[in-house]
């Protein structure tokens, strides 16, 4: 009994009007009802095309089968055989770019919501199971884990389910890393964050935090002094880019990364009842298309700026934000200023006063197959804005590879590992995620924290 | 959680603490620094390494309780912990060998400056200090500086200690009597260090500051410190913390102290009734 509907279920989400003043998350999931009825689209293909486009892997047409029998907990122990984190997953994971477009029922009609389900099978888990994860007893291998991001998490945790001894270093006072100091809680609550982090400690990993490795201890003191047979480096792409523009120093620009970290970990939202603050105006650029600037532009809006703008210099179709977060951004009153180049910031008493933007228009596709855009000879303007926020891409931080100078990397500073087994120049030293790729997804620095993990593992277990 | 090894009362607003934390102090030098934080909710602070000791794994910090966060700490007794401690941050100061260098710090600067003096003290360099503040009370670590410094110099604004003036004040003194020096470093606030940048510029004195401005996270992450060294814009927590004074923009400095002046302001009204008599803000 399969549903015919071309559309999928549609998951409750709060009202725009509502939402705009509020922290709490937009999309408030399905109901087991909801969940049964659209894991009923699913075709059950025998050969699986949406697995092929999930970097973990998740055993999908599996977990679904288990829903339309309303066997939740069922569906949970298969997504977790392949990934550790599903509720993150269900939620922020760029389905329509991978398992869900290649989904057979997407060629006619949308395809089955494979991430909405994913989602609701680990908030049902997590609210309904009272199961104790324990910890696999341990061979007594150390391997140590440079980053508590989500490529670090996985990997630690895969190993830990392998009994190996881990030991997770983490720069910032809380694990996460982008979970936690980038992505609002609007789009993912912290506390399921904290819930997922939590079980990781259940396998065994001890989290050793306020460690900042390339500082506090290099790679091979890790090796050398702590016995750390395998160091995993998963220490993600955290260092901002700047424009390079007159006005960048003013007093009112900030980094997509302070913006959000102040927001997000310092939970500025809530000053002065925490101590962090964060200074917003009444009107907000942020500049860039992508994921990190939607967040900033939301959650400018939701800090109360009257009026938040998108400076992009391409167009609609360029932008790197998933469809969904334009989508929601787009309700939430942001206004897209869309083939608009910022060419500088003006000033009053050192403070933002304007930003000065160029129009362009698309030009010949470029290296990365985009129309080039080009600006306009003379048309330039004025956007009244008192706050900046750039949000236009992160590169890797240099700490480790400058205290480490044998990991090889490339001039933009990423990390230089090994396709399949995530090895760098440096013999047991692996990486993986955003300081190998570039700023990326969290499910693709999931995927390379399990295939090191994998190879870690090859390598070690006959030790 | 770092424990507080000792803890000092220096005067009314300045007091110092040994905190234990073996992976700061395995690899600390001087000129780095550290950020702290006081409880689970509290916000990120930097603070400078004012010593270390390798041996009992324990770091100096002196702060001035100035802000929230720095009165939050001074609530807090030997014996206990604060949450959050981590580090070494920054760059090493670049310390050259067997010069004669002097010295000069302005109020809590003096903590911060003793480690730098201290190391190229034991490298064989001649050494002078002028320590600035607002009167005697505020002179810190004289004691620790008479151990090490060649001569050691005064400033106050009323003249309790000292020359009444400014460091400057003493610092042009000493290079019309004739005194040579090879480098200067100095370390206090912003205007301060700016003026005697201004002094050393046209003796032709390399000198190198320590700047410390508003800070997250200390690793590069969010670029909230950024300063214009030389025309260029450098983060101060990986770049820096020390920089060559005579390449710094200290007007740009100046204006982004300005940033965030009115919300510290703001929560100290909000916390101001709290404080002291709870002895947490959140409870």
């Given amino acids: 009994m399969i549903n015919n509907s071309l559309e999928k279920v549609k998951m409750q989400e709060q009202d725009p009007q509502k939402r705009i003043k509020n922290f709490e998350e937009v999309s408030l999931g399905y109901t087991p009802e909801e969940a ?16 092929s486009k999930c970097p973990v892997a998740v055993p999908i047409p599996e977990f679904i089968k288990e829903v339309v029998e309303g066997k939740f907990e069922e569906a949970y122990k298969i997504i977790t055989t392949a990934n550790n984190l599903p509720a993150v997953c269900g939620r922020v994971c760029p389905q329509e770019s991978q398992c869900e477009s290649k989904c057979v029922r997407g060629y006619k009609g949308e395809p089955v919501a494979i991430g909405r389900l994913e989602r609701f099978v680990a908030d049902y888990h997590m609210k309904n199971s009272k199961e104790e994860i324990k910890a696999v007893p341990t061979n007594g291998i150390k391997v140590a884990v440079v980053g508590g991001g989500p490529a670090g998490l996985t990997c630690a945790a895969d190993l830990a389910k392998l009994g190996y001894e881990i030991t997770l270093f983490e720069a910032l006072h809380k694990p996460g890393g982008v979970l936690v100091y980038g992505i609002p809680e609007f789009r993912l609550p912290k506390k399921l964050v904290k819930d997922e ?10 989290i050793e935090k306020n460690v900042i490795v390339g500082k506090s201890i290099t790679v091979e003191e890790l090796k050398t002094k702590k016995g750390f047979e395998s160091v ?55 500049i860039g298309g992508g994921n990190v600037a939607m967040d900033s532009a939301r959650t400018a809006k939701r800090l109360g700026a009257e009026h938040v703008y998108i400076v992009y210099r391409r167009s609609e179709d360029e932008l790197p934000a998933r469809t969904e977060e334009v989508h929601h951004a787009k309700e939430e009153g942001i206004e897209f200023k869309l083939l608009n180049n910022p060419t500088r910031i003006l000033e009053k008493d050192f403070w933002v006063d304007k930003l000065e933007c160029i129009r362009m228009e698309l030009g010949e596709p470029d290296s990365s197959g985009r129309r080039r855009p080009v600006p306009l000879e003379n048309s330039e303007f004025l956007l009244d804005v008192d706050t900046v926020i750039i949000a236009i891409g992160q590169r890797p931080n240099p700490l480790i590879s400058h205290t480490t100078p044998e990991i090889k990397t490339e001039s933009w500073g990423g990390i230089i590992a090994d396709e399949v087994t995530a090895e760098t120049s440096k013999e047991n030293v692996y990486a993986g995620g955003d300081v190998v790729s570039g700023a990326a997804t969290v499910i693709l620095a999931m995927g390379a924290g399990k295939k090191a993990a994998k190879a870690i593992h090859e390598k070690l277990k006959n030790k | 959680m770092y424990k507080i090894l000792r803890k000092k009362i220096i005067n009314e607003s300045v007091e110092e603490m040994d905190i234990l934390a073996p992976f700061v102090s395995e690899k600390c030098e001087p000129g780095q620094f550290i950020i702290l934080r006081v409880d689970e909710k509290g916000e990120r602070i930097p603070l400078t390494i004012a010593d270390y000791d390798r041996e009992e794994q324990s770091i100096k910090i002196v702060y001035q309780k100035v802000g929230h966060t720095t009165k939050l700490l001074g ?15 920054g760059k090493e100061a670049p310390l050259n060998k067997a010069k004669r260098v002097i010295g000069v710090a302005g109020g809590v600067g003096a903590a911060p400056l003793y480690p730098q003096i201290k190391k190229l003290k034991a490298m064989g360099s001649q050494v002078d200090v002028i320590i600035g503040a607002r009167n005697s009370e505020f002179i810190i670590f004289e004691e620790e500086f008479r151990k090490i410094a060649d001569n050691l110099y005064f ?11 400014f460091v400057t004040d003493v610092l042009m003194e000493l290079l019309e ?15 301060m260090m700016r003026a005697v940048v201004g002094v050393t510029k046209k003796a032709e004195i390399a000198t190198s500051v320590s700047l410390n401005p508003i800070m997250i996270d200390g690793t590069g992450m969010c670029g909230g410190c950024r300063v214009t060294i030389a025309g260029e814009t450098k983060f101060a927590c990986v ?31 909000h916390h101001k009734c709290k404080i002291g008599l709870s002895g947490g803000y959140d409870d």
């Fill in chain 1, 232 to 286: 995993f480096i998963g220490s993600g792409a955290g260092l901002p880019r700047f424009m390079n523009i007159e006005g960048e120093n003013l007093n009112g620009v900030y980094s997509s990364n302070e913006f959000l970290t102040r927001v997000n970990l310092m939970e500025a939202y809530d000053f002065p009842n925490t101590p962090t603050p964060v200074r917003l105006g009444k009107n907000v650029a942020v």
């Fill in chain 2, 239 to 269: 770049d820096g913390p020390d920089f060559n004074g005579f390449d710094v923009d200290f007007e740009e400095l100046i204006n982004r102290q300005q940033h965030l002046k009115s919300e510290e302001k703001e929560i100290e009204e």
């Fill in chain 2, 177 to 191: 009597k004739g005194n040579e020096y090879d480098e200067a470093i100095a370390i206090g606030p912003v205007p």
């Fill in chain 2, 75 to 89: 609530q807090k007794k030997a014996g206990e912990f604060i949450e959050d401690f981590a580090g070494p941050l």
């Fill in chain 2, 155 to 165: 400033a106050t604004d009323d003249g309790s200690k000292g020359k009444k003036g």
């Fill in chain 1, 36 to 51: 049964i009825e659209e894991a009923r689209r699913c075709l059950q293909c025998k050969n699986r095309p949406c697995v």
């Fill in chain 1, 197 to 206: 982090i939590e079980n990781i400690k259940k396998l065994g990993v001890k």
